[in-house]
């Protein structure tokens, strides 16, 4: 065979004349396209779990691109998620009924941060208002969406069946059970139509914006099932990650699917990619998924940046120490990045480590 030629895959002493495949072997770093969909000019929204405030933070403070959140709202699940989307597109999905009372009299909105109070109805209305309102403004303008999915476990209204954001806070949970929630685990079925009807609104009210689905690597704290929470992680990450994989095969049109999930649960055998806790994720797997992110997703100009040059070299070294030690949000610094532009990586690393203890 000459160097030219394509290889075949073999295995175990077999050979089979395929030349599709991708060995376990031979993984050296994620494979997936280069879409170069993000420039300096492009409007991104990010929408679901915690770890979307990792895109949008890296891409605003170290890329400079126009990113945004959906503010005091983090989407745990796809059915509160399509909630949220045909709230923003469609028409209310809910209103005064739906508010929570505290017991100290207060209200608070299910459907956005259960931490927020307001001593009147009208307070919490137009405070909830100013956030859909601004929200429904990204969205709609957003040249790309992407859209972290958390987990399956849910809590929802017992009569409306309309899904919280999070478990019911003490001052609402303890007093008002069993009327005021009830748990659901989403089922594959439920997830998959949910990710469906977004993928299709959005679609429709935002046609020229591209969409990407992504599973957080970010595990379960705990589970109120029956089951280990180990257990009740991987179901969970599992159903997601097939209902977004199944989506995104069967949808090509400006649908795309992200695997910071598989970045970090497949991660190399030597890097800290879990904090003590076991289920939130170091900094160093947020520099790993973001820059498999900026390789996928950002164009050339932005993926020359001194941000983006400073981790792809750390990782291709397998650096995981020092890489571990930078925080993305910290490649601001103009002298770090002159010198990192200039190869002295060593010597923004000393620098960098003094101005953070200062």
């Given at each position: ?32 396209p280069e879409l170069k969909l993000i ?320």
């Open positions: 065979m000459s160097d030219s030629a394509p290889a075949v895959l073999q295995h175990k002493g077999y050979t089979w004349n395929w030349t599709r495949f991708h060995k376990w072997s031979d993984r050296t770093a994620p494979i997936a420039t300096r000019h492009s409007r991104v929204f990010g929408m679901g779990s915690c770890f979307a405030d990792n895109v949008v933070r890296y891409l605003t403070r170290d890329m400079g691109v126009n990113a945004s959140s959906f503010e005091e709202s983090r989407f745990y699940d796809p059915v509160s998620m399509l909630q949220a989307v045909k709230h923003l597109l469609v028409e209310p999905q809910y209103g005064r009924d739906d508010m929570w009372t505290t017991e100290d009299g207060l209200y608070a909105n299910p459907f956005r941060n259960p931490r927020f109070r307001a001593k009147s109805y009208e307070e919490l209305d137009a405070w909830s208002t100013r956030i859909e309102t601004s929200a429904a403004q990204k969205l709609k303008a957003a040249d790309l969406i992407v859209m972290t999915l958390g987990g399956t476990e849910s809590w929802r209204n017992p009569r409306t069946l309309k899904t919280y954001l999070t478990l019911p806070f003490p001052d609402v949970f303890n007093a008002q059970m069993p009327g005021i929630a009830e748990f659901h685990n989403l089922s594959f079925a439920e997830c998959y139509a949910a990710l469906e009807e977004i993928y299709l609104l959005l679609r429709r009210h935002c046609p020229e914006a591209h969409i990407v689905f992504t599973v957080s690597p970010v595990r379960l704290t705990f589970t109120v099932s029956e089951k280990d929470v180990t257990v009740a992680t991987c179901q969970g990450k599992s159903t997601l990650r097939a209902a977004a994989g199944e989506l995104t095969d069967k949808y090509r049109d400006h649908l795309h699917y992200f695997q910071s999930y598989e970045i970090v649960e497949y991660g190399p055998a030597d890097a800290n990619l879990f904090g003590p806790d076991g289920a939130h994720v170091t900094d160093l797997a947020v520099a790993l998924v973001m820059n498999q992110f900026a390789h996928q997703f950002l164009d050339a100009e932005l993926r020359n940046s001194a941000a983006f040059e400073l981790t792809s070299s750390m990782l291709r070294k397998h650096d995981f120490e020092h890489l571990a030690a930078v925080r993305p949000v910290d490649l601001r610094y103009p002298i770090i990045r002159l010198l990192r532009t200039l190869g002295l990586e060593q010597a923004a690393l000393i620098l960098y480590q003094r101005l953070r203890k200062r």
